[in-house]
């Protein structure tokens, strides 16, 4: 998860000396098919409200591919208040009116990873709305077009709060599937922990917190030190970690280049030294939050789906060679995960990495869209290149 090349990988990774001009992203910017709707939704709360100039806001210039809301959150620290816009895209399905007296949709949740935002889950997200499903992709605080505070207090079972009451102000009253990756599969687990009535289900990409870095030994870093390791982040040290981590052993595609271009975006921003401090912030909550100790508690139904290859670890470049040596091996860290949750099934690719939802998009929407509609019943139809463990 963890996206400088310095902080995270255990040995030197290629450098690409600038972004290439045929890394340029083709941007979906049609309306909503559902866009009348959604804006009588947004008179339904005053929290709620679309984007005035959504292309570019909150320190980020990118053109999302569905209209672009924002759920209005205070934050008061020491009396001194801070207003603060939760971004989010709302994807309504076919013919559907949450002002009027249709049944009310299941709703899905979508939640990114650190290096990730809310369009990186679009192709996952469209064919769940087709299905018939209410796709919701929020994006916390500090990350992509959400504010930068500069006073917030970081920490899981506040983003998970923000998130549920995100889901109320939309007036949803069915508790959602969760499902996260990376960064997201660790907060959709403290979600899970912390409204377990308001969880159907729970599906973990690739989750992060498996593994309690600190207790393995990872040294302490100070803030000064983490946030010079954001300011250094460049689209080199971005692609060279993603290419090891993300994809290993794959060879490098535009598809997965659209993404790294779309992160460099957010760090060389108009908000960049806020950016920068609010990912040192997230970071230093990671190692001081890890998830896996309460596993044992989570109450929902559970889909753990990992990469063998992927060798997240929060903290490994700088720490010493034995430390290193324990840290990040997901073959091992997913059958920990799938036993120490209660009703959980693991599904575990030996030839994927860190993000299998990008790596192979088709595989991944048919085990998507099998955990939604069946529980992970028909799993082992699908045929997958994969271990199940029940």
């Known amino acids: 998860m ?12 290629p450098l690409i000396s600038a972004a290439p001009a045929s890394t340029a992203i083709v941007q979906d910017a049609s309306a909503d098919t559902n866009a009348s709707v959604a804006a009588t939704l947004a008179r339904s709360s005053k929290d709620i409200y679309p984007a005035k100039c959504p292309e570019n806001v909150n320190g980020f210039n990118y053109t999302y591919p569905s209209t672009l809301w924002f759920y209005n959150l205070t934050s008061t620290v020491q009396g001194s208040s801070e207003v603060l816009e939760m971004a989010f895209m709302d994807l309504l399905p076919p013919n559907y009116n949450p002002r009027s007296a249709n049944k009310e949709p299941q709703t899905v949740l979508l939640l990114h990873g650190k290096n990730f935002c809310g369009p990186t889950w679009y192709a996952a997200a469209t064919p769940l709305q087709k ?10 605080l500090g990350f992509c077009k959400s ?14 709060t923000n998130t549920r009451n995100l889901v109320k102000a939309l007036g949803i009253t069915k508790p959602p599937i969760v499902i996260g990756h990376s960064l997201g599969g660790m907060l959709a687990s403290r979600y899970a922990l912390t409204y377990p009535e308001f969880a159907k289900s729970l599906m973990l990409v690739s989750p992060i917190g498996l593994e309690d870095w600190k207790q393995l030994g990872v040294p302490d870093r100070s803030f000064d030190l983490l946030t010079g390791d954001e300011k250094s ?4 040290s971005l692609r060279g970690y993603e290419q090891a981590t993300y994809y290993p052993g794959a060879e490098w595609t535009e598809d997965f280049d659209k993404w790294v271009v779309m992160l460099t975006k957010v760090y060389e921003g108009d908000q960049k030294e806020k950016f920068w401090a609010d990912q040192a912030h997230v970071v230093d909550m990671v190692l001081e939050q890890p998830t896996i100790h309460d596993y044992n508690k989570i109450k929902p139904k559970t889909l753990v789906v990992v990469g063998e290859k992927d060798n997240t670890a929060i903290g490994k470049v700088w720490s010493p060679p034995e430390v290193q040596a324990k840290l990040g091996h997901y073959a091992v860290l997913g059958r920990q995960a799938q036993a120490a949750i209660p009703d959980a099934t693991l599904v575990s690719f030996p030839h994927l990495g ?19 509609k ?5 799993l082992e139809s699908l045929k997958l290149n994969a271990t199940i463990i029940r």
């Open 2 to 13: 963890k996206l400088l090349t310095l902080l995270v990988a255990g040995a030197a990774l």
């Open 131 to 140: 299905a018939g499903y209410r796709v919701i992709l929020p994006e916390q």
């Open 147 to 160: 504010t930068k505070p500069t006073q917030y207090s970081f920490n899981l079972t506040s983003l998970a």
């Open 233 to 236: 982040t460049t689209y080199a």
């Open 354 to 372: 860190h993000a299998p939802q990008i790596q192979e998009p088709e595989m991944f929407n048919r085990l998507l869209a099998s955990w939604v």
């Open 374 to 378: 069946t529980g992970g019943r028909t």
